[in-house]
């Protein structure tokens, strides 16, 4: 017997046409297997359109005219999401903030070594930033103490930086231990700070999501400098609510 | 800008100097996208990365799109092949991949007392369907949750037409066996006259 295999997917979805579908009525007549089939077939179709599709996210906010004209004209060779990353968020300063945060409020004694090891994966130079996925809560408290952090860690100078940031990628212990987001994610957490502190100056150099007093934040490590080529001289942490991108605090320091 | 205006006119329009067309593109497909996304994935968040993805990698490729293809067969292959991609990375680097499968920030909230067994049929469902192998899964997805025609699929997959309702069929298959509603375990690939390249 011939089963009328590449006929049972539309005759089980009702897409077939009369003349075939009589074709198929009757070989299913006499054939309890393509019976069988068509019914299971049948079966998870129904099952599959039963399941209820969430709302996706607003992407049309996200690719607004200034966002889509930054994405044609930018450096193709880049990633997408790295586009907001300033030359200036070289692996070397990356590694710098993440050095500094394993002393920050309550954020994982490993999330500093692991971040470095993202920055020496991207390559040298490369200003790679990916969404890490924190499970601290901030408070001013927190965040002040983040950004002195970071203060203090500038006394250290750059083949030191460079020596430790290696040592901790080459730690195994170290692997794993910060859960990053995609690039889609990372994008729209650093999209959603933007549009929080439009017109404040600075290049996001780390980017998280973690809370802030309880509420769900997108927390960015920014260096602000006055241009020109002239270093950085401040650094601040912005942090925005992941629901609406509203302003929920801001805390800055002079390096 | 209304909706009887054309996907094509509205590329045209971009591809003239005026981005919010495109915007009205993301606006008008980004919850199909994220359907399809979603389905092939498994994961909220990953479906939410994969589809703005898609749409960025369309906007770089808008300049080449020749029309040959209707905008939402080109707009799926991109998609589909974003969602191999994420596939193949999570094969990779499975150390990095965040996987918030259910309770993610973008599934449903919690099931109130009286909607428990849906939701619980539901994340059954969404398992079974994880459980189905990715090109057949791709080739259901398509099908059934975006109610493509055949033909379409066939020019989204680029293969040949008889190979798209043999996946079609056999991930139904496999998801009704996963389900626990098919009559009887088969393996499908054992009938005779099954091979997937029948055109």
Redesign the interface.
Known sequence: MTHPLDRLAPFADGSLDPAERALVDEHLRSCARCRDEVAAARGARDAVRAMPVPAGPDLASVFTPARISELTTAHPQRPAWAKVAPAIAAAAVVALVALALPRLGGSSGDAGTTAADAAAESGAGAAALRLEIADTDYDELALRAAAGAFVASRAVEGADVGDRATAGAASPAAAGATRFAGPGRTERAIACLHRAFRGFPGDIVRVQQAAFRGTPAYVGFVLEGPGAGTPPDTMSIWVAAVDDCSILTLTSARL | MTEAERDEDLVRRFRAGE??A???L??RH??R???LC??VLGD??????????T??TV??KLEGFRGEAAFTTWLHRVAVNACYD?LR?RKRRP??H?VPEEGS????GPPAPDHADEVAG?RD??A??ASVPEEFRVA??L???QDM??EQIAQVLDVPI?TV??R??R???A???A?G????A?E?ST????SEE??
């Not at chain 2, 509603?181 to 009887?184: G, L």
């Not at chain 2, 009938?191 to 099954?194: D, F, H, L, M, Q």
């Open positions: 981005p919010d495109f915007t009205e993301v606006r980004q919850q996208v994220y359907s979603l389905r909220a968040d990953a479906a939410a990365d994969v589809a703005q993805d749409f960025i906007l770089r994420e990375r150390a990095l965040v920030d973008r599934e449903p539901t469902a969404a079974a369907l259901l997805v099908a059934d949750v025609a055949y008889g309702k043999s079609v069929h991930g139904r298959l998801l009704a066996a389900l509603i098919a009559p009887e088969r499908p009938r005779p006259g099954a029948e055109p």
